[in-house]
């Protein structure tokens, strides 16, 4: 397939407990839901979009794409939802050999992302976004990786062994890092208070960030 068209997953399945129970995916910066800004994002980087989420589905239903809920109980995290978009993409004639994921609750991540995680990942074709402030000082944020659906196997068992840090078991998989400059902000800059929400909306007033 065209490398730059992998079928993209939105990750949008957490608890939403530092907002109060909100559904953040539902939530809105600069007068837009942020489910809306991310998928306005994704869709020109990717090809078919779905979106990894529990509970009723319904609450998606005018973005008109499949969710895709957790295999394993209990919340087990984000690995879940990379399992649920690499079984989703595995299952259909979407030709892709990867999927690309993103988080729901950051609006602001980089326009060329999913070009520079398939750069990164060289031959190796796994890959994780990072950011590096002013001072030189990295970040790893693992919920935007590129990921090769051969890994769906090793995913499943890590998960069933209780395995729930993405960043640590991407790594330890032999991920790439592609890494983004945090200027003017961190791109992946991501919304879990009220308080962050103020704070999303003042820098998408400061500049053209959505």
Not at 17 to 44: E, F, N, W, Y
Request: aromatic letters at 6%; proline letters at 8%; hydrophobic letters at 50%.
């Amino acid at each position: 397939m065209v490398a730059d068209r992998y079928p993209g997953v939105i990750l949008a399945g957490g608890r939403s407990t530092r907002m109060g129970g909100r559904d953040k995916a539902l939530c809105a910066v600069a007068g837009r839901r942020m489910i809306d800004l991310v998928v306005q994002h994704l869709a020109p980087q990717c090809g078919p979009l779905a979106i990894n989420a529990n509970g009723d589905a319904a609450r998606f239903a005018d973005l008109a794409l499949p969710v895709l809920p957790d295999s394993l109980p209990d919340h087990p995290g984000p690995l879940a939802g990379v399992l649920a978009g690499l079984d989703w993409a595995a299952s259909g004639a979407k030709g892709a050999d990867a999927i690309v994921t993103v988080a729901a609750d950051t609006p602001f991540f980089p326009p060329d992302l999913v070009a520079r995680l398939r750069v990164a990942a060289g031959v190796r074709g796994l890959a994780i976004a990072a950011s590096r402030d002013a001072a030189g000082h990295m970040r790893v944020h693992p919920t935007f990786g590129l990921w090769p659906l051969h890994l769906r196997g090793a995913l499943r068992a890590a998960l069933l062994a209780g395995e729930r840090r993405v960043g640590q078991w991407a790594l330890g998989q032999g991920a790439a890092v592609a890494e983004f400059e945090s200027l003017p902000f961190d791109p992946f800059f991501n919304i879990n208070t009220p308080e962050d929400i103020a704070h999303a909306n003042r820098l998408a007033a400061t500049r053209d960030a959505v």
